[in-house]
């Protein structure tokens, strides 16, 4: 999937922080996407980058570093309900998004 | 509700049979996507069309086919179908082409397809 790493699995416990990394192919890139995706559901937009730095909605951050090929999305607060694939999809100039496999994340209480 | 209609939700069929799946994009979106899942596999992207036009291919092989009508919903064709071809499809649309940072992505709730 155009070079898109990202951890299989990450278990963390609730009310605790956890980032979940992504790194992608530079070369065409046009943006970085964070999506959710519970299973045998539809991915719902979660986040976007396209500079680098630090995008914060409430208690999603998504950070970006274009030069390293680099991303992250932080979730704070973590709730039961976040148990969920986390998917990081990079962008061309056509906007096709090109999906890594996703990072299960498993919220234990 | 993301505004993505995908239809069948379910289907079930033979070895060797053909289906068509179908998507209404989002009221106003030009541009429409098809992905394909398979179980504890990433999104596959298979192709794009803009405006009724073929913009982009991917990993979509040559028993499955789509195309966009006059009114912007969308069918993929899937062929000859095959036990591997068991997936959940996605069909996902958006305003336009340029990567604007509003050119959001939005996905329906995907068909799931079983060949048996």
């Known amino acids: 999937g155009q070079n898109i790493d990202q951890p299989t699995e990450m278990t963390a416990t609730e009310g605790a922080i956890v980032q979940i990394n992504c790194t992608y192919q530079?070369?065409?890139?046009?943006?970085l996407f964070w999506y959710q995706q519970h299973a045998g559901e539809a991915p719902t937009f979660l986040s976007y980058?396209?500079?680098?730095g630090l995008e914060e909605k409430g208690r999603f951050s998504s950070f970006l570093s274009r030069s390293k090929g680099y991303s992250y999305l932080l979730l704070k607060e973590l709730q039961m309900k976040d148990s969920a694939s986390y998917l990081c999809?990079?962008?061309?100039?056509?906007?096709?998004?090109?999906f890594g496999t996703g990072t299960r994340l498993t919220v234990i209480p | 509700d993301s505004g993505v209609t995908q239809t069948p939700k379910h289907l079930i069929t033979a070895t060797g049979q053909r289906v068509t799946l179908r998507c209404s994009p989002r009221?106003?979106?030009?541009?429409v996507y098809w992905y394909q899942q398979s179980l504890d596999q990433g999104l596959q992207f298979l192709i794009q069309?803009?405006?009724?036009?073929?913009?982009a291919k991917g990993n979509i092989l040559e028993r499955f086919s789509a195309q966009q009508f006059p009114d912007l919903h969308s069918e993929l064709n899937l062929s000859s179908l095959e036990l591997g071809d068991s997936a959940l499809y996605f069909c996902?649309?958006?305003?336009?082409?340029?990567?604007?940072?509003?050119?959001?992505?939005?996905f329906g709730e995907g068909s799931w397809l079983t060949v048996v």
């Open positions: 530079t070369s065409g890139f046009n943006g």
């Open positions: 980058n396209v500079l680098d």
């Open positions: 069309y803009y405006n009724g036009e073929e913009r």
């Open positions: 009221s106003g979106d030009l541009s």
């Open positions: 996902a649309s958006s305003v336009g082409l340029r990567s604007s940072s509003g050119n959001t992505i939005y």
């Open positions: 999809a990079r962008r061309t100039g056509a906007n096709n998004l090109f």
